[in-house]
C-alpha cells in the first residue's frame, strides 16, 4: 500500500509542477512532458492527451519487447500522470520567468520521480524506449537516456529559441539531482579505511569514545608483505572529525581514506 501512496504521490507532484511551472514557460526538458510542451505550443494539442497518446503505446511495446517486469505499479504512473495533467490544466501559472520555471518545475519534476522511484515503479514514457533502445543497439540505458533528452531539448531549442532549450537543460539538470536527493536523502556518511600499528586502541576507541561498530579486513603491505589489517568504520558527517582526532591522538603515522557514502543502510543508520 506503500508503494502505491509513492507512486500516486510522485505522479500528481509530477503533473502540477508540469503545469504550473514547465508548460506555462515554454520548458521542454525532456521526457514526453518535453514532447507535449512542444506540440501543445506549435499545434495547441492538449499535453494531457499527448501524453497518453506517447505513455500508453510506450508501455505496450515495453512488455512486447522487455517482459512483464514493469507491471501494475508502471501502468498506474503511466495513465495517472496524464491525468492528473488533464485534471491541473486550468491552474494558474505559479511564475511567469523561465528561470524560475526551469528550477522549481525541475525541482518539483524531481520530486515526484524520486517519490514514484521509491515506490519501485516508473511513470514510462522515454524512460522505456531509453531502455528498448538500449536492449536492441548495445549502447548503455544511460546514452540513450541522454540522447532521447538531448533530442527533446535541441527541438525545444529550435521550435522556440535557444534560450528556451537552455532552459531546458538547466530543468532536466535540476530534475536529475533532485532525484538523487530523494533517493539517497540529504545526509551524507563517511566511510574511512585505517591501517595503524596500534589497531587494537583504535579500535576500541571507535566502539567506546564514537560507539560505531568497526570492521577489520584482512590486508597484506605490497612492500614487505606483512600482514597490515584494515579498519574500516562508517560514520556520520558530524562524527567524522571526532575519528579524526581520536586516530590521530593515539597513532598520528596513522594512515586514513575517506570516503562519501551518500547511503548507509542497517544498525545505526537509517533502515529502508
Do not use: H
Not at 70 to 84: H, M, N
Not at 85 to 107: C, M, Q
Not at 173 to 180: A, L, M, Q
Not at 184 to 205: A, H, Y
Amino acid at each position: 500500500m506503500k508503494d502505491y501512496v509513492y507512486i500516486i504521490l510522485g505522479a500528481a507532484i509530477v503533473a502540477i509542477s508540469f503545469n504550473v511551472f514547465l508548460l506555462p514557460n515554454k520548458v521542454a526538458s525532456g521526457g514526453v512532458s518535453g514532447i507535449s510542451t512542444i506540440l501543445d505550443s506549435v499545434f495547441g494539442w492538449e499535453p494531457a492527451y499527448v501524453q497518453w497518446a506517447f505513455n500508453i503505446p510506450l508501455f505496450v511495446a515495453g512488455i512486447i519487447f522487455l517482459g512483464w517486469q514493469f507491471g501494475l505499479k508502471t501502468a498506474i504512473g503511466t495513465v495517472f500522470l496524464p491525468l492528473v495533467v488533464f485534471l491541473t490544466r486550468d491552474w494558474e501559472p505559479w511564475t511567469l520567468e523561465p528561470l524560475l520555471g526551469a528550477l522549481f518545475g525541475g525541482i518539483g519534476v524531481g520530486l515526484g520521480l524520486g517519490t514514484v522511484f521509491r515506490g519501485k515503479a516508473s511513470t514510462g514514457g522515454t524512460d522505456l524506449a531509453a531502455q528498448i533502445i538500449a536492449k536492441y543497439t548495445g549502447l548503455t540505458l544511460g546514452a540513450c537516456v541522454a540522447l532521447i533528452d538531448g533530442l527533446i531539448v535541441l527541438s525545444a531549442a529550435i521550435v522556440f529559441e535557444i534560450e528556451a532549450g537552455l532552459y531546458a537543460l538547466i530543468g532536466l539538470y535540476v530534475t536529475s539531482k533532485t532525484i538523487d536527493l530523494v533517493q539517497v536523502g540529504f545526509g551524507r556518511s563517511k566511510m574511512t579505511l585505517i591501517i595503524t600499528r596500534k589497531q587494537e586502541e583504535v579500535r576500541d576507541g571507535i566502539l567506546n569514545k564514537i560507539d560505531r561498530g568497526v570492521t577489520k579486513l584482512q590486508a597484506y603491505g605490497g612492500y614487505t608483505d606483512d600482514a597490515r589489517p584494515i579498519l574500516m568504520c562508517v560514520v556520520d558527517q558530524t562524527e567524522f572529525t571526532k575519528l579524526k582526532q581520536l586516530v590521530k591522538n593515539i597513532d598520528s603515522e596513522a594512515f586514513i581514506v575517506v570516503t562519501d557514502a551518500s547511503e548507509v543502510l542497517g544498525e545505526g543508520f537509517k533502515r529502508d
